[in-house]
């Protein structure tokens, strides 16, 4: 392979997806869309919301066991193992993500386009277990949401691999595994000051925030929100206390490119650091499919995204 194609959030955007496929040159094959000379790299969250979840879930599949594509996965893989996952005897729920409004909201569009396949349905969650966490290459990173090393580093010495099983996921959320786990797929959280809660945009009371993992020194909790929410302007104003900014995670300048999704981007892309690219543009809320295309380079370079409108 000459190089590397990481690929964003699709979240069921498959027609979207096939344009940007074939904008960066990959063809179908033999049922599956390849490159003679790139592999592409899924950042993680086919499923959900969008319209054609099953084709994509498809596409990426035969990409990845053609050996066309890699994937890591996103924290919507992840709810969508918990979900449909029955809990054990004796643990007071009926199944490992309890079915509530929300959860129930989140997982709505994948259920329904599953409805008459609940077989295939069930052979993409074992599916979802032979998938990587993260990917770690001698020239770049892939995570879908955040980068810890102490998560990962104590992860990959218990388990000698970055691939989840079913009897992480029977483990409570203390666990270092599921810690593990929802950090990277789902990112840094900070609770929001005195208790407070916040409505987001899809109606859902929240009391935290996804906080950046990048920031060398940060002030006051806007210094660290990165969400497509903004934080109330008193909350965006307050001070970081010491121990707060010490426990905010950092991703170094010096380190190795990193590739995230996740984060409903929205303008033109661009990298967030020298060393960091977020490839999720918001595909789904009628914003980009994404692309960053890598050769050799150590430092990012904004010329090398390569995007699509979003057309589903």
Sequence with gaps: MSG???IGDVHGCCDSLIALLEKLGYQK?????????????????????????RETLHLVRAMVEQGNAQMVLGNHEISCIRYL???????????LREHTER???????????????QAELDEFVQWFYQLPLFIEHEQFRVVHACWDHE??????????KPHIDEEMMHQPLSSMARQAIELLTRGANMSLPGGEAMTTSDGFSRRSFRAKFWHDSPEVYGDLVFQPDPLPKHIHHHPLTDEERQQSIRYAAH?????VGHYWCQGE?????DNIACVDYSAING?????????QESCLDKANFIWVDARD
């Excluded at 380190?255 to 590739?259: A, V, W």
């Design 4 to 6: 590397f194609d990481f």
């Design 29 to 53: 094959q033999n049922g599956a869309y390849q490159h003679a000379e790139r592999q592409a790299i899924f950042l993680g969250d086919l499923v959900d919301r969008g319209p054609k979840i």
């Design 85 to 95: 996952t029955p809990a054990r005897p004796g643990s007071g729920r009926e199944f």
């Design 103 to 117: 959860t129930t909201f989140m997982i709505s569009e994948t259920l329904r386009q599953f409805e008459q396949h």
């Design 151 to 160: 998560h990962i580093q104590r992860f990959i010495e218990r388990y000698q």
């Design 255 to 259: 380190e190795r490119p990193l590739f």
């Design 269 to 273: 892309p661009k990298p967030i650091t």
């Design 287 to 295: 914003g980009k499919m994404v692309a960053y295309r890598m050769g």
